[in-house]
């Protein structure tokens, strides 16, 4: 008798619906989590993985040394590369080519690399309204390109 009396305090009272939009403006009173994106950028988290560098040691010699492992280890098959001995009997590359377009940023070539010669970037805005500037090759790859330049169809050094 009690449980039909408490029932229908609740449906004339709307007990239930209160309770809902009591928990509903607690969040509009709540500080806003939303960004104003071009002006603020928020921080790629600590393990991000973006776009692909090479990187050169501290006497601006390629730390690459051709050996084929990354692209080995790419499960998208993403890297087409050769290289060459050098004058001091060392091997570098001559082709570095990066398809960014099927790279599926899993990061399995830079822990295959054993000089850490390529290495992923906090690099998120990767969009191109052209497919082939989704393409890198040897020259475009290093730390020092520009590659939002590069996705904009603006090829610069």
């Not at 600590?46 to 560098?53: K, T």
């Not at 004058?87 to 080519?97: A, G």
């Not at 992923?120 to 500037?133: G, P, V």
Request: with cysteine.
């Amino acid at each position: 008798m009690i449980t039909k009396i408490t029932n229908f305090l609740k449906k004339i009272l709307l007990i239930d619906l209160l309770q809902g939009l009591t928990i509903t403006w607690s969040y509009n009173l709540r500080k806003k989590a939303t960004i104003q994106y071009p002006e603020q950028v928020k921080e790629p988290a600590e393990r991000f993985r973006g776009v692909l560098r090479l990187y050169r040691d501290g006497e601006g010699k390629p730390l690459c040394i051709a050996c084929k492992m990354c692209q080995r280890a790419c499960p998208m098959n993403c890297f087409d590369i050769e290289g060459q001995k050098d004058e001091s009997n060392k091997q570098r590359p001559v082709k570095f080519d990066w398809k960014m377009e099927r790279c599926a940023f899993c990061g399995l070539c830079t822990e295959a690399c054993p000089t850490k010669a390529l290495r992923a970037t906090k690099e998120f805005r990767m969009a191109s309204l052209d497919r082939k500037n989704l393409f890198f090759h040897l020259d475009e790859m290093y730390d020092n390109y520009d590659v939002q330049a590069h996705l904009a169809g603006k090829r610069s050094n």
